[in-house]
């Protein structure tokens, strides 16, 4: 799920739309300007709403994107993250993961949404948390069980960003991969596509 630049939104998107994109980009920047979060504020800034109805004006396929550019031209902090992810749609909530890595909220800030779309079963989700951030800023065992969780409800092991760094050599990893597979093979379940390619960075070292 790339995030397109600028001035790709400009190309791709039709002339309502990208008016739309500018005036909305416009309002999160003017709501950046102003001094403080908007927690104590009676209605949201005008920007959330422009959040909220990214994909029908700019299309199911490039509301990530639009979002993902607002919450940093509104230079988003954790308490408007925080409160976009819990009240939002599912698409919302992505967005707000795949925002993480460009905005780079402090590990006390940001991991506590990754760690809340880790135990969801919206496999969309699943896949935006284990972007960038969470290369970055999960601890090994919470990562570990990420990936694991992963492999468990038919996410590509590949959209864990940083994949081959973190197994690298990690032989608790190694050790809960063996210990899934057998576990299924006994009780006569497919073994998650992708496990074995995962199980086989573990062994590799730092000279492979």
């Known amino acids: 799920m790339p995030i397109l630049t600028r001035e790709d939104l400009d190309i791709r998107l039709g002339g309502a739309a990208r008016t739309w994109l500018h005036e909305a980009l416009t309002e999160a920047a003017r709501s950046a300007a102003e001094p403080g979060e908007p927690t104590g504020h009676p209605t949201a800034p005008a920007w ?9 004006h700019c299309g199911r396929a490039h509301a990530d994107s639009v979002r993902v550019h607002l919450l940093h031209e509104a230079r988003a902090g954790a308490a408007t993250l925080s409160r976009l992810y819990r009240q939002g749609t599912a698409a919302e909530r992505r967005a707000v993961l795949l925002a993480l890595h460009h905005l780079a909220p402090a590990p006390a800030d940001g991991l506590p949404i990754v760690e809340d779309a ?11 948390a284990v972007g960038p951030y969470a290369a970055r800023h999960l ?37 809960m991969l063996t210990d899934c597979a057998a576990e299924r093979a006994a009780a006569g379940r497919p073994v998650p596509a992708g496990l074995h390619r995962v199980l086989a960075l573990t062994s590799l070292t730092e000279e492979s």
């Open 48 to 56: 959330e709403s422009r959040f909220t109805a990214a994909g029908r």
């Open 118 to 128: 880790l135990r969801t079963n919206d496999t969309r989700l699943l896949q935006a």
């Open 139 to 175: 601890p090994p065992h919470a990562w570990r069980h990420a990936l694991l969780r992963c492999l468990l409800t038919g996410v590509p092991p590949e959209s864990a960003a940083d994949l081959e760094r973190r197994a690298r050599g990690d032989a608790e990893l190694a050790r």
